[in-house]
């Protein structure tokens, strides 16, 4: 018997030691949700855009509502504070035949563009979320089909849009409803180009990425606010090495930084990130005299996502090919985000993903093409139109994980640190990943929601963190329960906050349950 109550003991003591195990752990920073609003809309009926104001702290919706006895769409803007609490409404009287298309903003005005049934006929929407002034004016181009991306510099509209099997800027003035197509921005489809407003230098960017299959280099084009080249030039890699993509440094034109990814020879993946200080010029011979290579084994927490005997494997082999003057080749492709101004320089967030492709024979029709192009879901366009994707058709883009590096403004990697994603798939390539800096001005939260969960992580720098850390989205009523959660998407706000979205049923604790649209704050 004693032997009995010996073995029973030590079979108490390993359950007992295998439930600690399984405790979760407990979250050193977890995010308050310190408001929620709700819109009784139903996703067959609506569709609502969410434009976030960081200047004053407010957030400003676009509601389409389909009436159920009228034909004809309505739409308007509605204002929440930094509370969610409703400000105004503004109606928007939209002509009968036109279409949504893109949504953007500047300091606290709201700009939405709409497509007409005659080709290339534009109307758009002006809202002063401050005072609720409404403009709008209708635009006759003849020449405009589809319509890629808006920007908002100085009061005039930048839209990239498609002329004759070429992406174009469209330069809309609102002041004196004029418009032209900008001839330094002509290039044949498909094309690749980022294209940034920068409303601190009055100053648009443009940022194209050429290669004829074997080589690759960046052209850079500046525009004023009034769609005049101010300068092109072009940076490019020496050796076998090419640059894909970029990203430039926003703000003070004194710290000009690009940064961004670069291949060997196969232009469709990306071997490690590059860095080049504008400022520091050229040598004699046209090279850049600040241009930095960082490959994925130079990085701490790229490789994360695999076993540290995989990973091993690699940078052994790795060695093996550089004894004989050979370089191991990776097959990453990465979508960036805008770099993002800190103390030391800047942070420069790239989502690593890879297509799923289609191996039936099922002809999914222009659906193919436009993800080729870059839209994005839920009225979010992708900022990249990709002509690397139209080889083969797509049915969709897996992300796995997210790097973050911090340069110093001399384009120096400083420290990196990486985010992995739980099975993240969309069928356009678009963000995921969203980022805020935390108050001790250190530490940032990066994110991203799914099935109504928000996972996050804080990455302290090159520090190591969990990157399993969750919490549920909660109605305003701990008594209510939600679920049918869809269209659901992560947006940052200001300070440590980000904005949750999406269509929800709501189930209270008595009565009939509700259709809505929510948005749920959450700040760390």
Known sequence: MKQLYLFLGFLLSISTGWAQKATPPKFSVEPSQPARAELLLEAYSSDVQVQPLPEDSSVVLLVERDPILSGKSEYYFQKFNHNLQPIRRADIPVPRGYDFQRLCSEGTDVYAIFSGLDPGTLWVAAFDSRTGELGNGEFKTKRTRGIHELKALDGNLFVTVEVDQHLTILLLDLHTAK???????????????????????????????????????????????????????????SSERGLLDAQLSPGDSAARLLAGTYTLRDSRYSQGLFASDLTAGVTPTGQRRSLRYYDFLNFKHFFDFMKPAKVARMRQRSERLRAS?????????????????????????????????????????????????????????????????????????????????????????LWDNSFLLKEIEHFQLQETVRMRPLSDGRRMAMAYLKNDEFHYKVVDQAASAPNDWQIQLRPADPTEKTNDTSQEHLLTWYGGRFLACGYQHVRPEKGPGRDVFFLNVLEF
């Open 179 to 237: 418009f032209q197509f900008l001839p330094s921005v002509y290039e044949p489809l498909p094309a690749r180009f980022t294209f940034l407003a920068d409303s601190v230098t009055k100053r648009a960017e443009l940022i194209l990425s050429e290669t004829n299959g074997f080589k690759s280099r960046l052209q850079l084009k500046q525009l004023s606010d009034d769609g005049r080249l101010i300068r092109s030039e072009f940076v490019q890699a």
């Open 325 to 413: 003057d050979r370089q191991f080749r990776h097959r990453y492709q990465l979508l960036m985000h805008d770099m993002v101004p800190t103390a030391e320089g800047f942070v420069l967030v790239s989502e690593v993903y890879y297509p799923r492709y289609n191996t039936s024979n099922f002809n999914y029709g222009n659906l193919g093409s436009l993800a080729n192009y870059g839209y994005g879901g839920f009225g979010y366009p992708s900022r990249y139109n990709n002509f690397y994707n139209n080889r083969r058709a797509s049915e969709g883009f897996r992300t796995t994980h997210a790097l973050i590096c911090g340069f110093d403004r001399q384009g120096n990697l």
